[in-house]
Nanobody, 126 residues
Framework: QVQLVESGGGLVQPGGSLRLSCAAPSPARSGLILLYDTLGWFRQAPGKEREGVACLSVRDEKASYTASAEGRFTISRDRMNSTVYLLMDALTPEDQAAYYC??????????????WGQGTQVIVSS
């Protein structure tokens, strides 16, 4: 298990922006073996299933997004402090959810995630 700690959630007006952070341990291990290969974000709205949002490879920094995030959200990573960020622009009430940081996110499959953070709540409301 990898300890992940999210922060940055809160209340934002429709059309606004918010940046989430996820503090993670360095993925570096001996040789080519990493503690995790990908780090990203899922979200879960009340009464809905948890769904993928964005995922980043720590090997080549390649980012991938689901349709709901493409063009509005940007995932990035600070290698120095092993923190991954999710910048969310043009937020709508449909983006309101608990956002979870996760490892092994490349398939956006909840069942394949290795570790989860505790979640941070995003509320989009005027």
């Amino acid at each position: 298990q990898v300890q992940l700690v999210e922060s940055g959630g809160g209340l934002v007006q429709p059309g606004g922006s918010l940046r989430l952070s996820c503090a993670a341990p360095s993925p570096a291990r001996s040789g080519l073996i990493l503690l995790y290969d990908t780090l990203g974000w899922f979200r879960q709205a009340p009464g809905k299933e948890r769904e993928g949002v964005a995922c980043l490879s720590v090997r080549d920094e390649k980012a991938s997004y689901t349709a709901s995030a493409e063009g509005r959200f940007t995932i990035s990573r600070d290698r120095m402090n092993s923190t991954v960020y999710l910048l969310m622009d043009a937020l709508t009430p449909e983006d309101q959810a608990a956002y979870y940081c996760a490892t092994d996110c490349e398939m956006f499959d909840v069942g394949l995630v290795g570790s989860w953070g505790q979640g941070t709540q995003v509320i989009v409301s005027s």
